[in-house]
Nanobody, 111 residues
Framework: QVQLMESGGGLVQPGGSLRLSCAAS????????MGWYRQYPGKERELVAT???????TYGDSVKGRVTISRDNAKNTMWLQMNSLKPEDAAIYYC?????WGQGTQVTVSS
């Protein structure tokens, strides 16, 4: 079983930045695809970004150019750097590794 712990969420003003972290309880060397997803109240989770073990990345259309996903296998950690945040980026952000999900971290974008 893989436990994932997100951190780094919080309140930020529009145009601001946040860096989310996802720490895994096991080595992620053997985990190919990891990703970040977000969920609005009453909505399904949507893709934000994914990254493979070799570093190949994909991004959701709504965040392209504003977020960067990265991972460090030696630290068992994945990050999501979010810049130029908009009010519509406010959601609960989840990390995922294989079939495992973290508990989520709240991002609020408001002035």
């Amino acid at each position: 079983q893989v436990q994932l712990m997100e951190s780094g969420g919080g309140l930020v003003q529009p145009g601001g930045s946040l860096r989310l972290s996802c720490a895994a309880s096991v080595s992620i060397y053997s985990i190919n695809v990891m990703g970040w997803y977000r969920q609005y109240p009453g909505k399904e989770r949507e893709l934000v970004a994914t990254i493979t073990g070799s570093g190949k990345t994909t991004y959701g259309d709504s965040v392209k150019g504003r977020v960067t996903i990265s991972r460090d296998n030696a630290k068992n950690t994945m990050w999501l750097q979010m810049n130029s945040l908009k009010p519509e980026d406010a959601a609960i952000y989840y990390c995922k590794a294989q079939q495992w999900w973290g508990q989520g971290t709240q991002v609020t974008v408001s002035s």
